[in-house]
């Protein structure tokens, strides 16, 4: 292999790779970067045999070859060259890499012992831009589980249907579930369950304006673009039916500025139980108050203006709970809805004028209020 990249091609590429190499591994191959000549480009691999990513580089092709060379040393040496072309080449199993009077060989590994990136089919697959898979990600992969009984809540159920995508997160005690409409196509519904390390992967490597493929095969899935590819496992397992708990009669509804009720939840939140963080709200027409309870700190107080429909009602929850959910309300007011203190409360954004409003729900459970 012999071929020359520009530094910063070489870094950024390196830099994406990188995010698929172990930390540790008793597999020595997994610790390197696979560097490989096809098409007249130079292509950039690495994988942890659960989460792959191939990123091509533009580059001038002297000699076609393939070795693979420790990752994170070759990436902390792209990272500190000089602006200048990189040639890199291969001499045995040493990869030589030259950036002017810098020059550096690194023992490397027979690209054959590199294991094989996932070969999904995507002619069979799906199409999704960019923004409307960073919408998805960002707005519901917060609310996912990190407790290990139950490991299909560790992942985001991914719902492909003709004409829309859908992704739902939840732990038990909260869940997310945002929408987006898609062209319509002749491939086959599908639910995943995609761990949601791979998704933020693809946010930070995927740009709004591309235009992503997606395809699955066995319990792979994968998504790529001209010059990014990304490979993960699924999750095994049934996910839960969410739409049993997501309410359909609440009666019960506040309108209230995001950033008002986000900033006294946040001052209540201050004196609430380190166990509980509980807090109390009392809706009424006009308003709702807020009230914290706890006997070895103290108590607070505090009551903000709203618009409220339904009778009064009191009601608790975990004020960080409701703190995580707001930050994901991309609108200035939200939409609350209830039916009563033991049932689940919603959160939805409110659009103002002809503003878009996302497909977007969220459900808090609350939590039982001790007299």
Known sequence: MNVVVARSNLHQGLAAVSASIPSKTTLPVLSNVLLEIRDGELRLS?????????????????????ITAPGRKLQEIARELPDSP????????????????????????????????????????????????????????FAVSTEESRPILNG???????????????????????????????????????????????????????EIEVAHGGNELGFRTA????????????????????????????????????????RMAVVASDQTHRVRLRFSEGKVQFN???????????????????????????????????????TEEVKMTFKAPERAATLEPVGTGEEEVPDYLCLVMPLRLLD
């Not at 706890?294 to 709970?321: R, V």
């Open 46 to 66: 690495g994988t942890d045999l659960d989460f792959s990513v191939r990123v091509a580089v533009p580059a001038e092709v002297l000699e076609e070859g393939a």
């Open 86 to 141: 990189v040639t890199l080449k291969t001499r045995g199993n040493q990869l030589e890499l030259r950036c002017g009077r810098s020059q550096f060989r690194l023992n490397g590994i027979p690209s054959e012992d590199f294991p094989s990136l996932p070969a999904l089919d995507f002619r069979q697959g799906w199409k999704v831009t960019g923004s409307d898979l960073h919408k998805l990600i960002h707005h519901t992969s």
């Open 156 to 210: 985001v159920l991914w719902e492909l249907r003709d004409g829309r995508m859908r992704m739902v997160a939840t732990n038990g005690h909260r869940l997310a579930r945002m929408q987006v409409l898609t062209p319509p196509s002749n491939v086959p519904s599908a639910n995943f369950v995609v761990p949601p390390p791979a998704l933020q992967h693809a946010m930070r490597l995927f740009r709004g304006e591309d």
């Open 227 to 266: 010059t990014v590819e990304i490979y993960t496992r699924l999750i095994e397992g049934v996910y839960p039916n969410y739409e049993q708990v997501i309410p359909k009669d609440n009666d019960k509804v506040a309108i209230v500025s995001k950033d008002l009720f986000t900033s006294t939840v946040r």
């Open 292 to 330: 914290v309870l706890t006997p070895d700190l103290g108590e607070a107080e505090d009551e903000l203006e709203l618009h409220y429909e339904g009778e009064p009602l009191e009601i608790g929850f975990n004020a960080n709970y409701l703190l995580e959910i707001l930050r994901y309300i991309p």
